[in-house]
């Protein structure tokens, strides 16, 4: 299975929560895995501003070991759109959901915006 770690399961994984055991069988699994360019933005910033950079780089070096990081090109920018007006998405959850789909990858996440969705490992 290809699998994209949505920001929701890295933050998760680190914080400890309840789901963090979830989240961590994907996490340390082996499943072909990704995470869009828009993940990397989330999870660095989410890290940074309650750790601090240096701990935020180092979790980007964690995230970037396991998955492969796709950028987001045009492409996926206009399929991103299309979802956001269908999904009554934010242009971040769009991006994801265009990126995962462009890979047939299942997002594993715990993000309520995410939950009734069939390319979804609902976590939370």
């Known amino acids: 299975m290809t699998v994209l770690i949505d920001s929701w399961a890295w933050i998760e994984y680190w914080k400890g929560g309840k789901s963090s055991k979830a989240a961590a069988e ?3 699994g082996e499943e072909e895995a990704y995470v869009s360019a828009i993940n990397l933005l989330e999870t660095y910033a989410w890290v940074a501003r309650y750790y601090g950079e240096g701990v935020a780089k180092s979790k980007l070096e964690t995230v970037e070991r396991r998955c492969f990081t796709i950028p987001v090109d045009k492409i996926t920018s206009i ?5 956001k007006l269908k999904h009554k998405l934010g242009i971040a959850d769009s991006v994801v959901l265009a990126t995962a789909r462009s ?3 299942k997002i594993v996440t715990g993000d ?3 939950r009734k ?3 979804v490992i609902f976590i939370g």
């Open 26 to 28: 994907y996490i340390d």
């Open 79 to 83: 399929e991103a759109a299309k979802l």
């Open 103 to 105: 890979l047939s990858a």
């Open 112 to 114: 309520t915006d995410f």
């Open 117 to 119: 969705m069939d390319d």
